[in-house]
């Protein structure tokens, strides 16, 4: 769906490139995109007719083990991450697919399986090498340029281009426990309502989402039940695999199971068990919200949406937060929902182009029916290119500071092909 031709794509190496490609696209006048892992699915990674700074080959990281630190660069996806720091049992906290890339998602806030333990991947970020709009390379973190890495933590790429991260790591694994429960779609509502009081419960090293979809075609499920609707409970037990195994008992008692796939395998493979579902080429149209309670009402309406799946591969995803993800307060970065305990992603996902009508209007549709539940908040990095308008909410309060540290580090909005913030 995202199909746009650049005049120049600058595949640059080090950071020199970069200050090269930044200054050629002010100095005449070109519009500027940026790629990191190129995931997004605003699409914002390309632009027609300007300069592309491509970041795909800078991927090199260094792991100090000694004092828990990864220095990473700029265009690094997740699977480069977690392979550079599993190699010393260690981890910082990133979203659920490997082929993101390390900085779209940093820069809007990043949350994964790690993030009830260990917060935000922003709450790891030490510091960041940021080439500005003027050119000049510049790091970010608490005692440099303060209000530029209060700006970076969730400002998305509207402050420059940064070419390297360096995150403080936390042990995990490399042997975690972790796996997949799945029941009926007949078994839903009481499924879902039992999670919601488990995970109140549940220890931080606990994190539990749920996936509503078709059952794709796993090994371990019965054929009766392939193509059938499904609820899934996905969960990690981030500490010593022992002690979480008679924590997840009961999730095996929510109902009559179809299958499960649960059992220690590496940190490191289980942040890839969810890529074979995103075969490249797919259309995509995502909605989402945020939640600080799951109400009966938005189950209802979950339920009735999965009734509905315009496609085999659309799905809703109840991710989990809380936990060291609240723990910050909300004008500690530009990202501020420190009350969102759950976010929603309606994944519209279908292959082709005739059945466009159909997959935007489900997610839309849903996504109405689901408002009335939500916090009214946003997560800017699921945000499609048609959204500019929920910008706003994604950052609440703490818009007009980001839109003063636009102003001091990019008055005229070179970098603007991004859930766009104008410079106060
Ligand atoms: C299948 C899928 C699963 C996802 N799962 C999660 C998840 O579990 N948790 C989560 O938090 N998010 C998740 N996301 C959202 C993800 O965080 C965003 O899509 C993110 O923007 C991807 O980063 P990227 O570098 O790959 O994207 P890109 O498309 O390369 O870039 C995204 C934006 O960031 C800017 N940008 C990229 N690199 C840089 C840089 N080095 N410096 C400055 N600006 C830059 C770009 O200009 C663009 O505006 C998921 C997305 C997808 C498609």
Redo the contacts with the bound molecule.
């Keep these: 769906m995202i199909d746009k031709r650049p005049a120049v794509i600058a595949r640059c190496a080090i950071t020199p490139d970069v200050v090269r490609g930044v200054n050629f696209a002010r100095d005449n006048g070109l519009l500027l995109?940026?790629?990191?892992?190129?995931?997004?699915?605003a699409g914002?990674?390309v632009c027609d007719d300007g300069l592309v700074i491509d970041?795909s080959r800078m991927k090199a990281a260094r792991v100090d083990p000694g004092r828990r630190r990864v220095a990473i660069e700029?265009?690094a996806t997740l699977a480069d991450l977690d392979a550079a720091t599993q190699a010393h049992g260690l981890a910082t906290p990133v979203?659920?697919?490997s082929t993101?890339?390390?900085?779209?998602?940093t820069?809007?806030?990043?949350?994964?399986w790690l993030s009830r333990k260990y917060g935000m991947t922003i709450d790891n970020l030490d510091s960041a090498e940021v080439v500005t709009a003027a050119g000049q390379v510049v790091r970010a973190s608490a005692t440099e340029h303060p209000d530029l890495f209060w700006a970076l933590r969730g400002g998305?790429?509207n402050l420059?281009?940064?070419?390297r991260f360096e995150f403080r790591l936390h042990p995990v694994g490399p042997d975690v426990l972790s796996g997949l429960i799945v029941y009926p779609i007949s078994e839903a509502k009481p499924v879902l309502q039992q999670y919601r009081e488990f995970l109140a419960k549940a220890p931080e090293e606990l994190t539990v989402w749920t996936v509503l979809r078709q059952a794709p075609p796993l090994p371990f499920l019965p054929e009766r039940v392939h193509g059938q609707e499904i609820v899934v409970l996905a969960l990690i037990y981030a500490g010593d695999p022992k002690q979480g195994a008679p924590l997840i008992e009961p999730l095996r008692r929510f109902g009559t199971a179809l299958g499960e796939h649960v059992g220690v395998q590496p940190y490191a493979a289980w942040q890839q068990a969810f890529d074979p579902l995103?075969t490249a080429g797919a259309r995509n149209y995502w909605k989402s919200h945020n939640f600080s309670t799951l109400a009966d009402g938005l189950f209802d309406a979950v339920i009735a949406a999965v009734g509905t799946l315009p496609s085999p591969q659309c799905e809703i995803i109840i991710?989990a937060l809380g936990g060291a993800t609240a723990r910050p307060a909300p004008a500690s970065a530009a990202y501020g929902h420190r009350d969102t305990k759950f976010v929603m992603n309606v994944h519209g996902r279908w292959e082709d182009p005739a059945d466009d009508k159909l997959g935007i209007g489900w997610a839309r549709d849903f996504f109405s029916a689901a408002a009335p539940f939500a916090t009214g908040g946003a997560y800017v990095?699921?945000l499609t290119a048609d959204e500019g308008d929920r910008v706003r909410s994604a950052y609440g309060p703490n818009y007009d500071r980001l839109a003063q540290v636009k102003r001091t580090y990019d008055p005229n909005n070179l970098f603007r092909?991004?859930q766009n913030i104008e410079p106060a």
């Design positions: 995109a940026v790629r990191g892992g190129g995931h997004n699915i914002s990674a970041l700029g265009g979203g659920i697919n993101t890339g390390v900085a779209g998602l820069l809007g806030g990043g949350f994964g998305g790429g420059g281009v940064v070419t995103l991710a990095n699921f092909m991004n």
